[in-house]
């Protein structure tokens, strides 16, 4: 039974099951499950469908008195082929099931009875609708990232599920069942079919060995399983890279490499489901818009004019009123990537138009992902395209390297964003007074760059990142900025989180190292984005004015003043706001001075005023 269920025999074969049941007529059983969703642990559902007059089957009939039970392949229920066709409209999961039907016993006219109705029942506009949802439901629940420290690979973005909604789809609009029947549908090419193929061969043996490692269904690439499963597959740690590190970065790159599949072919059978004969609209010579996508007036375009990737991505910041870009260009992107050689990089105006990307007022962080997504940044950036998928085998970053990164990215574009303004306050009002804010993105974009080369990344970083500049004609000044903060970008964490920013010695030893307002405004910036790039649950109130505190005085000091007087200033303006929090809740005056007393200076460095009231008030009134 659970060869036939999961694909491993032909329907055509001579049925296991006949030669222990009982009389089978008037019923048919029929397995509900997708082909190769086989492991350890996989639920197999079958389901027993009746003919009106019948009371079904019941197993207890079988000559092996409980072979399903035993066998673990429950039966879903025993509905008529009506009570099937209604059940279906009303619910997509139960239509996707359904979808997967195949014979297993019984009588053969039911089943093909049941296979009529259910096409005839089916409706593909409505399934895509459903299923479209459903995917943007499941992303959102995984916080639409692929790059997460314990991704599940069945139902995160870039997981089986993605690749099964797109066959879903396509079978149930009648283009075929397998990648290479939907690549002679014409929604995909036939290196693609083969490429995808080995990575859900791939991500399906690791879900397979991840069962029996848990001796459980465990979907997710825990955190504590991944060094045995890297030692299974014949990963060895390096001088630079442990082995789990190794197995994570093969996964993220099969998951990279789905999720692209996913999204182009998806956006095929949505032109076909939903056919809306609207006219090009002329954006440039090479680029229309349809439908608010982006289109490339021909499928040779980057083949014939290679710079013209980086003009679409840049088109794509410059019109807001586009959505995305067609499945045609996102194609001719992924095939035409290769173009993206030594010479193309070169070249004066590729290098022109990729330091453009960066002085853009909306749509970086968009266009810097899709870029990644579609390999076209880790083609044009060497350097990164070694990190993409790369995890650190800590608890501390829970992404990716390359999806830091771009999340660093992220946080800058959303200090410079009204929008975000109440946020980060103080970061708003920063960035707005910085001219050329594409120093803090390209520092941003090359600050982790070096991580897995070993020895000191931010050095190595930081030397990547001025060759860069020599070799894109930025100007001295930025491009000393954008060294040195790739160069220090964790030393005011570094110094906030160790070492006693009250002592005036520290804080001026810093100030030393930072030289100018300007350059401690710029690595403020990056050192909160960093934080916050970091893992979500990372950044706390407690950093945040640990960092503003040195901010603060550091600054003091730049201008002449005397550091000690600064922090001084802060805490006791932290402490007038908890008292006046206290007189509000009828705390009586000095009434905190007893507890005051006994605490240091960190204590008040590390909370807010409303924090300290809350202490001083709930300890006054036990």
């Given at each position: 039974i659970h060869q036939l269920c999961t694909g491993g025999m032909w329907q055509d074969d001579p049925c296991p099951i006949d030669a222990f049941c009982g009389d089978m007529s008037g019923t048919c059983l029929a397995c509900v499950c997708m082909p190769g969703e086989h492991g350890a642990c996989v639920d197999i559902d079958n389901i027993e469908i009746c003919r009106d007059d019948c009371t079904g089957f019941?197993?207890?009939?079988?000559?092996?008195?409980?072979c399903v039970d035993d066998l673990c392949v429950p039966l879903v229920c025993e509905p008529n082929v009506a009570e099937c066709v209604t059940e279906m409209a009303a619910d997509a999961t139960i239509r996707t099931s359904l979808l997967e039907h195949r014979w297993l016993a019984g009588d053969r006219g039911l089943h093909r009875e049941f296979g009529r109705a259910f096409a005839d029942a089916m409706d593909p506009c409505a399934f895509y609708e459903a299923k479209a949802l459903?995917?943007?439901?499941?992303?959102?629940?995984?916080?639409?990232?692929?790059?997460?420290?314990?991704?599940?690979?069945?139902?995160?973005?870039?997981?089986?599920?993605?690749?099964?909604?797109?066959?879903?789809?396509?079978?149930?609009?009648?283009?075929?069942?397998?990648?290479?029947?939907?690549?002679?549908?014409?929604?995909?090419?036939?290196?693609?079919?083969?490429?995808?193929?080995?990575?859900?061969?791939?991500?399906?043996?690791?879900?397979?060995?991840?069962?029996?490692?848990?001796?459980?269904?465990?979907?997710?690439?825990?955190?504590?399983?991944?060094?045995?499963?890297?030692?299974?597959?014949?990963?060895?740690?390096?001088?630079?890279?442990?082995?789990?590190?190794?197995?994570?970065?093969?996964?993220?790159?099969?998951?990279?490499?789905?999720?692209?599949?996913?999204?182009?072919?998806?956006?095929?059978?949505?032109?076909?489901?939903?056919?809306?004969?609207?006219?090009?609209?002329?954006?440039?010579?090479?680029?229309?818009?349809?439908?608010?996508?982006?289109?490339?007036?021909?499928?040779?375009l980057f083949d014939r004019k290679p710079q013209a990737m980086l003009d679409a991505f840049l088109l794509m910041e410059r019109h807001p009123e586009l959505k995305g870009m067609s499945a045609r260009t996102l194609r001719a992107l992924w095939r035409g990537r290769h173009r993206i050689d030594a010479t193309f990089r070169r070249d004066p105006g590729n290098r022109a138009r990729f330091l453009a990307l960066f002085r853009e007022p909306r749509g970086i962080t968009h266009e810097l992902r899709r870029m990644n997504l579609y390999g076209i940044l880790g083609a044009y950036l060497p350097s990164f395209g070694r990190i993409?998928?790369?995890?650190?085998?800590?608890?501390?970053?829970?992404?990716?390297?390359?999806e830091h990164i771009l999340m660093v990215i992220r946080n800058l574009r959303?200090?410079?964003?009204?929008q975000h303004a109440h946020?980060?306050?103080?970061?708003?009002?920063?960035?707005?007074?910085?001219?050329?804010?594409e120093v803090l993105y390209l520092a941003g974009l090359f600050h982790d760059i070096a991580k897995g080369r070993g020895g000191d990344h931010s050095a190595l970083g930081s030397r990547d990142a001025r060759r860069f500049c020599?070799?894109?004609?930025?100007?001295?000044?930025?491009?000393?900025?954008?060294?040195?903060?790739v160069e220090h970008h964790l030393t005011m964490s570094s110094t906030a989180q160790k070492q006693d920013i009250s002592d005036p010695d520290v804080v001026a030893a810093f100030a030393a190292k930072v030289r100018t307002d300007e350059r401690l405004v710029l690595l403020y910036l990056l050192t909160v984005a960093d934080i916050r790039g970091t893992s979500p649950k990372v950044w706390n109130a407690w950093k945040a004015q640990l960092l503003e505190d040195l901010f603060n005085a550091t600054r003091r000091v730049l201008s002449g003043g005397d550091a000690r007087s600064t922090l001084g200033d802060s805490l006791h303006a932290r402490q007038a706001e908890a008292r006046r929090l206290l007189r509000l809740y009828a705390v009586p005056d000095d009434a905190e001075q007893k507890l005051w007393r006994h605490l240091d200076t960190p204590y008040f460095q590390r909370h807010t005023a409303d924090e300290?009231?809350?202490?001083?008030?709930?300890?006054y009134w036990r």
């Open positions: 019941d197993p207890a009939d079988c000559g092996d008195a409980a459903e995917q943007q439901q499941r992303h959102l629940k995984h916080h639409d990232a692929a790059y997460n420290l314990e991704p599940n690979v069945k139902e995160s973005p870039g997981g089986l599920r993605d690749l099964q909604t797109v066959v879903w789809i396509a079978r149930a609009a009648g283009h075929g069942r397998t990648w290479p029947e939907l690549a002679r549908a014409g929604l995909m090419t036939m290196t693609e079919a083969r490429a995808v193929s080995r990575q859900e061969r791939m991500i399906g043996a690791l879900r397979v060995r991840l069962h029996y490692l848990a001796g459980r269904r465990e979907d997710r690439l825990v955190f504590d399983q991944q060094s045995a499963l890297a030692r299974q597959l014949g990963y060895e740690d390096t001088p630079t890279r442990r082995a789990s590190e190794q197995l994570m970065q093969r996964y993220y790159r099969a998951a990279k490499l789905v999720r692209q599949v996913n999204v182009i072919v998806l956006q095929h059978l949505h032109a076909r489901l939903f056919p809306i004969p609207r006219d090009p609209v002329p954006i440039t010579a090479d680029f229309c818009a349809i439908d608010e996508l982006l289109h490339v007036a021909s499928e040779d993409v998928g790369q995890m650190q085998h800590d608890l501390f970053h829970v992404y990716t390297v390359d959303r200090f410079a964003e009204a946020e980060y306050p103080l970061c708003s009002r920063l960035i707005a007074d910085i001219p050329n804010k020599r070799e894109h004609g930025v100007p001295a000044n930025d491009a000393d900025d954008i060294g040195w903060l300290i009231a809350w202490h001083a008030r709930n300890l």
